[in-house]
């Protein structure tokens, strides 16, 4: 569900209070704990292919655009 249709469902509900507790209750993403959804890259927020080493937090792509800033030099 859009973040769009999110909004579409808070007007409606709005008007049944009791109904829209429920709602969120059940529909709101839960807070991670563990696993590939918990790290996300710092600079654009994609979940997948993180670095974390060095405490850099950043994907892979992200990665290779801000290496040679970072101090890291490609070898052939």
Do not use: W
Not at 11 to 30: I, R, S
Not at 38 to 45: A, F, I, T, V
């Amino acid at each position: 569900m859009t973040t769009k249709d999110y909004k579409k469902a808070f007007k409606q509900l709005d008007a049944k209070p009791a109904k829209k507790q429920k709602f969120v209750k059940h529909n709101t993403p839960h807070a991670r704990t563990t696993g590939i959804g918990l790290r996300k890259c710092k600079s654009c927020g994609r979940t997948g292919a993180h670095i974390r080493s060095y405490g850099i937090h950043l994907c892979r792509q992200c990665f290779r655009e801000e290496a040679k800033h970072l101090g890291f030099k490609k070898y052939d």
